[in-house]
């Protein structure tokens, strides 16, 4: 477990804000960003409902919007989600070699901290309550879908 | 190791369409189907070039393109894909717990194998040389753009 910086409440902040854009667009409530040198490059969050999609999770939607990055870029980066990432984002995580990942909730559905951490990856949990009771209420109005796409715990966690 | 099918030449053939598809186009060609029941629900290429995207690896790509399939649905399938799976990828299959991977080629690049053989996928290599020369022609002629995407060895490899 890696240990907050000053800036970080603010960057999850901003991943939060996505977060908020998702819930108000009937999406699944995860927001992420990912910055480079103090700087948002991509802004993301989960439209798999907004758009049908199987792969535009919240870490995975930041990191598209972001566009291809130099490989010192990514190096440098953290990327800032508002959910534990499931192991197809830390997947992603790794094949780009981001080297920290701030987490805003681990309670609610804890993904694949252990691969991210087996790897080298600095994992920073900030443990907000925000990012957790938006996905709570979320799961409450739609467990169906949740079930759906959540399939319970996550296989590399 | 899993042991190939009478049907798994086929539906790599299939998958090496799609990486033809995507050399036509000036891509990486990568391609890949996922098959469920013996049909392909879902054929796809990598389009990181075409699409200035990161996600879209043929995996994820024949994933997208499939749609949310029901849970057990995915246990059934097999994804076929003419390179070894980067571990991006692997997390994605990981994630959609499939359960059988039959893999083209994974001279020229090995992905995260290990990872998947660690959560009890079974991966079949076919070791098709059409499927390491595509991938061999266009890693001559764009060097640069390939080793910006494929950063050298697999990071789960």
Do not use: K
Not at 134 to 139: G, K, N, R, S
């Amino acid at each position: 477990m890696g240990e907050p910086t000053a800036q970080d409440a603010a960057f999850l902040e901003r991943a939060v804000a996505e977060a908020q854009r998702g819930a108000s667009e009937g999406g699944v409530p995860v927001g992420s960003v990912l910055v480079v040198d103090g700087r948002v490059v991509g802004a993301g969050r989960n439209r798999s409902m907004q758009l049908g999609s199987v792969i535009r999770h919240a870490e995975t939607d930041a990191l598209e919007n972001a566009g291809l990055l130099p490989a010192e870029a990514y190096r440098r980066a953290t990327l800032y989600t508002t959910l534990s990432p499931c192991c197809m984002c830390a997947g992603a995580i790794l094949w780009y070699r981001i080297g920290r990942v701030v987490v805003g909730d681990s309670q609610t559905f804890r993904g694949a901290e252990t691969l991210l951490e087996g790897h080298g990856v600095e994992l920073v949990r900030l443990e907000s309550a925000i990012c957790g009771d938006l996905l709570t209420a979320f799961i409450e109005r739609h467990r169906e879908h949740w079930n759906a796409i959540a399939f319970g715990a996550d296989p590399c966690g």
